[in-house]
């Protein structure tokens, strides 16, 4: 039934579609039947970051970035889901188009640009969610916020959602906002990490609850970088890490007509490039702070390839969108058979 959905979504431009399947799923959800077309999942319960997750397959930032869809997405068997990315302000977002389709690839480029209605919205919607699964909030920083000033965004974002979400990720890795993949390199890295620590001592002191916090990095660093990252997020404390975001690479699509779009490419494309990443850190930081794996995931095999390579956790979005809840399903199977 999705492959045939799927097709009918696919003739209409891909932002377009995006949003009518989600307002379809919110209506099927409020009549009930949501639930009775999705497939059964037995439970696979793990524990990360201090956190019971029933299954280890979550769905990645971006799909609902405003928590507009929460309990609708919730029937499709997710073990946990994360929203956002939300900035302290709204924010509309890159000019249109800016989402592309590379079917031939199951991939998708976009250029979305931090598009969401901030964080008031987005607190709202939580505060009106039945879903009581595990919920992250992923947070970022505004467009027009200078990278100097990023710290105080970040911030901002982190005492907002402290007492709403089970764990909070910063996204530091995004493509689409001028500037933002220059705080995982260096000094500007140490500093961030720092100051995001503090906060969520800080939040933690206020609330009498530690609510852990991972950072979402990008594909597209060398191995020195990869080791940078893992020791400075070891030295900081934080809780995770998120491995990884959108590529800016098109060597795996080289030739394709949407190739020179500027964007990150998501996707099928990204698997390898992931997969380094994710066996990179897992070099460096071994168990002592958990991955969760992201980028590429459109099969079974995909999935429990990066469980394989140390990530505690995966999460997926493109292949979501071309394979369907069928995909958490076998996902949730191939990492069984790896355990």
């Given at each position: 039934?999705?492959?045939?959905?799927?097709?009918?979504?696919?003739?209409?431009?891909?932002?377009?579609a995006?949003?009518?399947?989600?307002?379809?799923?919110d209506i099927?959800?409020?009549?009930?039947?949501?639930?009775?077309?999705s497939?059964k999942?037995?439970s696979?319960?793990?524990?990360?970051?201090g956190?019971e997750?029933p299954?280890?397959?979550g769905?990645a930032?971006?799909?609902?970035?405003n928590a507009?869809?929460?309990?609708a997405?919730?029937?499709?068997g997710?073990g946990?889901?994360?929203?956002?990315?939300?900035?302290?302000?709204?924010?509309?977002g890159?000019p249109k188009?800016?989402?592309?389709?590379?079917?031939?690839?199951?991939a998708?480029?976009?250029?979305?640009g931090f598009?969401?209605?901030g964080?008031?919205?987005?607190?709202a919607?939580?505060d009106r969610?039945?879903y009581?699964?595990?919920?992250g909030?992923?947070?970022?920083?505004?467009?027009?916020t200078?990278?100097d000033?990023?710290e105080?965004?970040?911030r901002?974002?982190?005492?907002?959602?402290?007492?709403?979400?089970?764990?909070i990720?910063?996204?530091?890795?995004?493509?689409?906002?001028?500037?933002?993949?220059d705080?995982?390199f260096?000094?500007?890295l140490?500093?961030?990490?720092a100051?995001?620590?503090?906060?969520?001592?800080?939040?933690?002191?206020?609330h009498?609850r530690y609510?852990?916090?991972a950072?979402?990095i990008?594909?597209d660093m060398?191995?020195?970088?990869?080791r940078?990252v893992?020791a400075?997020?070891r030295d900081?404390?934080?809780?995770?890490?998120?491995?990884?975001?959108t590529t800016?690479?098109r060597?795996?699509?080289a030739?394709?007509?949407?190739?020179?779009?500027?964007?990150?490419?998501?996707?099928a494309?990204?698997r390898?490039?992931?997969?380094r990443?994710?066996?990179g850190?897992?070099?460096?930081l071994g168990?002592?702070l958990?991955?969760i794996?992201?980028?590429g995931?459109?099969d079974?095999e995909?999935?429990?390839?990066?469980?394989?390579?140390?990530?505690?956790?995966?999460?997926?979005?493109?292949?979501f969108?071309?394979?369907?809840p069928?995909?958490i399903r076998?996902?949730?199977?191939?990492i069984?058979?790896?355990?």
């Amino acid at each position: 039934m999705y492959g045939v959905i799927r097709n009918l979504l696919f003739r209409l431009p891909p932002e377009q579609a995006h949003n009518i399947a989600l307002n379809g799923l919110d209506i099927a959800h409020r009549l009930g039947v949501l639930s009775a077309f999705s497939p059964k999942i037995d439970s696979l319960p793990v524990n990360v970051m201090g956190l019971e997750f029933p299954n280890p397959v979550g769905l990645a930032a971006g799909l609902d970035k405003n928590a507009d869809h929460l309990d609708a997405l919730g029937d499709l068997g997710f073990g946990f889901i994360e929203v956002g990315t939300v900035t302290p302000l709204a924010q509309p977002g890159n000019p249109k188009p800016r989402m592309f389709r590379l079917p031939e690839h199951k991939a998708i480029i976009n250029r979305m640009g931090f598009n969401n209605e901030g964080l008031a919205h987005l607190l709202a919607r939580v505060d009106r969610r039945r879903y009581r699964g595990v919920l992250g909030i992923n947070v970022g920083k505004n467009k027009d916020t200078p990278n100097d000033q990023s710290e105080s965004d970040y911030r901002k974002g982190i005492s907002a959602v402290y007492t709403r979400a089970d764990y909070i990720t910063v996204n530091v890795s995004s493509p689409n906002t001028p500037g933002l993949r220059d705080l995982q390199f260096g000094d500007s890295l140490k500093e961030l990490l720092a100051a995001i620590k503090d906060e969520q001592l800080k939040c933690e002191a206020q609330h009498g609850r530690y609510v852990p916090v991972a950072v979402k990095i990008a594909p597209d660093m060398d191995d020195e970088g990869i080791r940078f990252v893992a020791a400075a997020l070891r030295d900081t404390g934080l809780d995770g890490v998120i491995a990884t975001n959108t590529t800016v690479s098109r060597d795996a699509v080289a030739g394709h007509r949407h190739a020179e779009e500027a964007g990150g490419l998501s996707g099928a494309p990204v698997r390898e490039a992931s997969l380094r990443v994710i066996r990179g850190l897992y070099a460096e930081l071994g168990e002592t702070l958990p991955i969760i794996g992201v980028g590429g995931i459109t099969d079974g095999e995909s999935a429990a390839e990066k469980i394989h390579a140390g990530a505690k956790l995966v999460q997926v979005y493109t292949g979501f969108i071309y394979r369907g809840p069928e995909l958490i399903r076998e996902a949730v199977e191939a990492i069984r058979r790896v355990k």
